[in-house]
Structure formats: structure tokens, C-alpha cells
């Protein structure tokens, strides 16, 4: 083994995390470990702690222009900004390159989302049609994709590649109707004025892609001022997150024929320029070469797939599992309380744990039996419908769609509760009938 072959002893250390995060059940796994950290800590005798933690203000002030919010503000309109942001990615790059970008394949996907957010809003609202209860509709709309890819990735080849990528795309087309419902029915008062200004910067984002921009951090800063004139709005903030992914460049500016006759170029320069002998230190003509490749690798790849993948670990391992953190923790201690909200409680179990599997598979089924879609090859419905009932798992995003529906009322905590139990039943009722169908198929 050459010497350059021989991991350092920081690699040695750090080489077990990255293979536990290269698995893709990791981020579930870190997020489930948040959630019982979360419901074991608010109902324990330092219950009060958990509470004051959240409530800790923090900010800073400016020339005089003070932003000092609860820390729990930070997480959920603060980091989940981020969250949404790569969701916005996920979305573009999928509308431009992915499944959803042939309509032939993209309207199974989308039927199954389609009919996986209706009837579980139309079950949650046939129990709760009056009131502060009836502003819940939405949270059984949602699927945590983190949670669901995690459950049938520890499934392995026992479910067919295709169901994995048709449950990812649903999943991406659920959290656009996420998006969609936060903006249009969870916003009470909007500031036209801070409205426009943030149209103004988003207008001026577009121009940058269409100028050639690329530098992240231009989109970083100008997105910092969109999420704050958002923020002053009324218009939840996260949905600045969506908008200025939307402005991300996502054209390469240069070929996989160019480049690679341009690295061959490069690598082939860095052979040559250094002389026989010489030290084992780059020569000046080496330095030149590899700032050229470097160059050319950034031209191959695009902004929108670098900042995917730079963000991706952060949100899986810190944002989601901060939220989840800060969430999930609702005290069940002396049930009983919660037995007045019993309504709510029941419309979101309902809504997660049957209407989800039933829409998803009933939409996905007219959509094949009208000819409007195909199914995906070397599949069954059953195992459609295996995968249907992951859809049920709402978590993260059924969370903090329960946080704007019941901000502020005594229903918050009851939603939780709906949404954590259901999620849970979700997840075992999708690994059983995966696992059922996939002995029977063995």
C-alpha cells in the first residue's frame, strides 16, 4: 500500500460516521432518536426544562432594527427555511431531469399524491368541520419522504427499485402540495408592500440565472432578504425557501463530450509539467493545470445539484432532527387530557393510516385504468399499496403544518399526539404488508 493510501487517523475516526451516513435509512434513524430523546425528556420530571429551552429568546439587533424570536421561532421558521429550500431543489430537479419530467411517468406519481392529500383532508374534515379543530385539514396532506425511503431501504431488494423511485416522486410531489397549502390557507394577514419587495429580489435572482451567475453565495445573501421581507408579510416564512430554489441554475455550461476532452487536456498538463526528480511539491505549471480543471469540473456540474448535495447531509442530520427535537415533544403524561381533542386526534389517524394508503392507490389505480399512466414495470398493486401505506407516515412536515393550524391553541399538543401515533402505525403497516407481499412473491 503507497503511502498516500494510508487513512490518517482523523479518517480512521470519522470513517464509521461516514459509513453510517452513506446508509439510507441513516437520516430516519437519527430522526426517530430525536423524537424519542423529544417524548422521553417532556415527560420526564424535567419536563420544565424542555418547555424553557424552546421559549429562550435570541436574535440581534441591527441600526436600531431589532429580530429577537423564541428559539423555537429559529427552528421552525429559521431552519426549516433550509429544509424547504432543498425540497424547492428536489422539485426543480425533478420537474427539469427526473420522474417528473416525462409526462408519461410523472402522472402515476402524481395521481398517487394527488388522491393521497384529498381524502385524508376530506376524512380529517368529516370529523372536524367546526372551529379552531377545522383548521387542521391539512396535516394528514403531508408524507415525510425521510421516514418512508428509510423504512423500505431497510427492506432492501425485497421491494422492487421502481416502487423506491414511484414512492420518492409522490413523495416530492406531496411536499409541493405541502407548499402550496401552507401559502394559500395558513396565511392570515399579508403586507403587499413586503410582498413586492420580495417579488423585486426574486425577479432579480432570475435575471442573475439568466445572466450566468452561478455563485452561491449571491443567492445565499439575496434569499437571506427574501425569507425576511417574507417574514414581515404574513406569508410563512419557509416559502421563501421554495421560491429562491426555484431561481437556482440548473444547466451545466459545458458538455460530457467537453469536458472531457478538457480534463484529459488538464491531467495530461499536470503530467508534463513536472520535471524528473523534482520534489513531491506541486511545480507552478501543476498549480496552473489543476486550477484549470477545477474550472472546468465547476462548468460540468450545475449550482442547483451542488447546493442538493452540499445541503442534504445538514438537513437530514441537523435540521430535521433539531425540528423533531423541538416538536415532538408533547407530554402524554395522564392521557386524559387530550380526551376532549379526542376529534382531532381521530381525523389525523384517519386521515394518515387509511386515507393515504386508499387515496394514493385508488388515484394511481384510475390513472393506469384510464390510460393516463403505466405501472411501473415488475410491480403488483399490492405492493403499490404496500408502499401507499408508507405515504401514511406524515411526521416532520404533518408537524409543522399542525404548528401554523393550531398555533397558540390548547389543539397543538393533540395534533401531535394524532400525528406521531399515526405515523408510527403508518410505517409498521407499511413494513408488514412490503414484507407479506415480498415473501409471497419470493
Given at each position: 500500500?503507497?503511502?498516500?493510501?494510508?487513512?490518517?487517523?482523523?479518517?480512521?475516526?470519522?470513517?464509521?460516521?461516514?459509513?453510517?451516513?452513506?446508509?439510507?435509512?441513516?437520516?430516519?434513524?437519527?430522526?426517530?432518536?430525536?423524537?424519542?430523546?423529544?417524548?422521553?425528556?417532556?415527560?420526564?420530571?424535567?419536563?420544565?426544562?424542555?418547555?424553557?429551552?424552546?421559549?429562550?429568546?435570541?436574535?440581534?439587533?441591527?441600526?436600531?432594527?431589532?429580530?429577537?424570536?423564541?428559539?423555537?421561532?429559529?427552528?421552525?421558521?429559521?431552519?426549516?427555511?433550509?429544509?424547504?429550500?432543498?425540497?424547492?431543489?428536489?422539485?426543480?430537479?425533478?420537474?427539469?431531469?427526473?420522474?417528473?419530467?416525462?409526462?408519461?411517468?410523472?402522472?402515476?406519481?402524481?395521481?398517487?399524491?394527488?388522491?393521497g392529500m384529498l381524502l385524508p383532508a376530506a376524512l380529517y374534515f368529516a370529523l372536524n368541520s367546526s372551529g379552531d379543530a377545522a383548521r387542521?385539514?391539512?396535516?394528514?396532506?403531508?408524507?415525510?419522504?425521510?421516514?418512508?425511503?428509510?423504512?423500505?431501504?431497510?427492506?432492501?431488494?425485497?421491494?422492487?427499485?421502481?416502487?423506491?423511485?414511484?414512492?420518492?416522486?409522490?413523495?416530492?410531489?406531496?411536499?409541493?402540495?405541502?407548499?402550496?397549502?401552507?401559502?394559500?390557507?395558513?396565511?392570515?394577514?399579508?403586507?403587499?408592500?413586503?410582498?413586492?419587495?420580495?417579488?423585486?429580489?426574486?425577479?432579480?435572482?432570475?435575471?442573475?440565472?439568466?445572466?450566468?451567475?452561478?455563485?452561491?453565495?449571491?443567492?445565499?445573501?439575496?434569499?437571506?432578504?427574501?425569507?425576511?421581507?417574507?417574514?414581515?408579510?404574513?406569508?410563512?416564512?419557509?416559502?421563501?425557501?421554495?421560491?429562491?430554489?426555484?431561481?437556482?441554475?440548473?444547466?451545466?455550461?459545458?458538455?460530457?463530450?467537453?469536458?472531457?476532452?478538457?480534463?484529459?487536456?488538464?491531467?495530461?498538463?499536470?503530467?508534463?509539467?513536472?520535471?524528473?526528480?523534482?520534489?513531491?511539491?506541486?511545480?507552478?505549471?501543476?498549480?496552473?493545470?489543476?486550477?484549470?480543471?477545477?474550472?472546468?469540473?465547476?462548468?460540468?456540474?450545475?449550482?442547483?445539484?451542488?447546493?442538493?448535495?452540499?445541503?442534504?447531509?445538514?438537513?437530514?442530520?441537523?435540521?430535521?432532527?433539531?425540528?423533531?427535537?423541538?416538536?415532538?415533544?408533547?407530554?402524554?403524561?395522564?392521557?386524559?387530557?387530550?380526551?376532549?381533542?379526542?376529534?382531532?386526534?381521530?381525523?389525523?389517524?384517519?386521515?394518515?393510516?387509511?386515507?393515504?394508503?386508499?387515496?394514493?392507490?385508488?388515484?394511481?389505480?384510475?390513472?393506469?385504468?384510464?390510460?393516463?399512466?403505466e405501472k411501473p414495470a415488475g410491480t403488483t398493486w399490492a405492493q403499490l399499496a404496500g408502499v401507499a401505506c408508507l405515504g401514511g407516515i406524515?411526521?416532520?412536515?404533518?408537524?409543522?403544518?399542525?404548528?401554523?393550524?393550531?398555533?397558540?391553541?390548547?389543539?397543538?399538543?393533540?395534533?401531535?399526539?394524532?400525528?406521531?401515533?399515526?405515523?408510527?402505525?403508518?410505517g409498521l403497516l407499511g413494513w408488514v404488508a412490503l414484507s407479506a407481499v415480498s415473501r409471497r412473491a419470493s
Amino acid at each position: 500500500m503507497r503511502r498516500n493510501d494510508v487513512p490518517t487517523p482523523v479518517e480512521r475516526f470519522l470513517r464509521p460516521l461516514g459509513e453510517f451516513a452513506a446508509i439510507q435509512a441513516s437520516g430516519g434513524i437519527v430522526l426517530l432518536a430525536c423524537t424519542v430523546i423529544a417524548l422521553v425528556w417532556a415527560n420526564s420530571p424535567a419536563w420544565h426544562s424542555y418547555e424553557a429551552l424552546w421559549h429562550t429568546p435570541l436574535g440581534a439587533s441591527v441600526a436600531g432594527v431589532a429580530l429577537v424570536k423564541p428559539l423555537h421561532f429559529w427552528i421552525n421558521d429559521g431552519l426549516m427555511a433550509v429544509f424547504f429550500f432543498v425540497v424547492g431543489l428536489e422539485i426543480k430537479r425533478e420537474i427539469l431531469a427526473g420522474e417528473l419530467s416525462r409526462p408519461g411517468q410523472a402522472m402515476l406519481p402524481i395521481a398517487g399524491a394527488v388522491g393521497g392529500m384529498l381524502l385524508p383532508a376530506a376524512l380529517y374534515f368529516a370529523l372536524n368541520s367546526s372551529g379552531d379543530a377545522a383548521r387542521g385539514w391539512g396535516v394528514p396532506m403531508a408524507t415525510d419522504i425521510a421516514f418512508a425511503i428509510g423504512i423500505m431501504a431497510l427492506l432492501g431488494d425485497r421491494v422492487p427499485a421502481a416502487l423506491k423511485v414511484f414512492l420518492t416522486a409522490l413523495a416530492i410531489v406531496d411536499d409541493l402540495g405541502a407548499v402550496l397549502v401552507i401559502a394559500m390557507f395558513y396565511t392570515d394577514t399579508l403586507d403587499w408592500t413586503n410582498l413586492g419587495a420580495a417579488a423585486v429580489l426574486l425577479i432579480l435572482l432570475i435575471a442573475a440565472n439568466r445572466s450566468g451567475v452561478r455563485a452561491a453565495s449571491v443567492y445565499a445573501v439575496v434569499g437571506v432578504a427574501v425569507w425576511l421581507l417574507f417574514l414581515r408579510s404574513g406569508v410563512h416564512a419557509t416559502i421563501a425557501g421554495v421560491l429562491v430554489a426555484m431561481t437556482v441554475p440548473a444547466r451545466a455550461r459545458i458538455d460530457r463530450a467537453g469536458f472531457l476532452a478538457e480534463a484529459r487536456s488538464h491531467v495530461d498538463e499536470f503530467a508534463a509539467s513536472r520535471p524528473a526528480g523534482a520534489p513531491d511539491f506541486a511545480s507552478p505549471g501543476q498549480l496552473l493545470a489543476l486550477a484549470a480543471l477545477e474550472h472546468t469540473c465547476e462548468r460540468a456540474g450545475t449550482p442547483l445539484q451542488r447546493l442538493e448535495h452540499g445541503l442534504h447531509p445538514w438537513v437530514s442530520f441537523l435540521i430535521m432532527p433539531v425540528f423533531a427535537l423541538a416538536n415532538a415533544g408533547v407530554r402524554v403524561v395522564g392521557g386524559g387530557q387530550f380526551l376532549g381533542d379526542a376529534s382531532v386526534i381521530l381525523g389525523i389517524a384517519l386521515g394518515l393510516v387509511v386515507g393515504k394508503p386508499l387515496g394514493i392507490t385508488a388515484l394511481a389505480w384510475l390513472a393506469v385504468r384510464t390510460g393516463a399512466a403505466e405501472k411501473p414495470a415488475g410491480t403488483t398493486w399490492a405492493q403499490l399499496a404496500g408502499v401507499a401505506c408508507l405515504g401514511g407516515i406524515g411526521f416532520t412536515m404533518a408537524l409543522f403544518i399542525a404548528a401554523l393550524a393550531f398555533d397558540g391553541t390548547v389543539l397543538l399538543p393533540a395534533a401531535k399526539v394524532g400525528v406521531l401515533g399515526a405515523s408510527v402505525l403508518a410505517g409498521l403497516l407499511g413494513w408488514v404488508a412490503l414484507s407479506a407481499v415480498s415473501r409471497r412473491a419470493s
